[in-house]
């Protein structure tokens, strides 16, 4: 039997208001979504003029920043011709997001979720990411 810690609605919101008041700083709206930590959808935001598109991405980019339990930027060198995990991005349907802007969530050394951000660039979808975190982690002290 295994005990699991996991992301509750609370701390979706948490990340989610954090993310947003980022972007909504930088000046560009985002579609956030938060995972637990098998990468199942717990919440998700489309911002006002957060791209349609995005909205998918932004959700993979949480499912394996959580499922695989590392950052989707990580998997963008990882998967490029000749590197170990060349081809990654086709995995499981397509979903395996190699781009910036999926962080796991971590607590106490343990995936505990993921948050994916999409509509920006790369760097700026990261940054949003690490925005919604600093607030969650901020609320935990």
Known sequence: MKTVTRLDLDDARLLIAGAAAHAAEIGVPMCIAVTDESGQLIAFERMEGGKVTSTTIAID???TAAAAKKATHDYGTASQPGAPAYGINSAIGGRLMVV?????VVWKGEVVGGIGISSGTPA???AVAQAGLDRWMAAQE
């Open 100 to 104: 910036g802007g999926g962080l796991p």
């Open 61 to 63: 980019k949480a499912f």
């Open 124 to 126: 700026q979808d990261q």
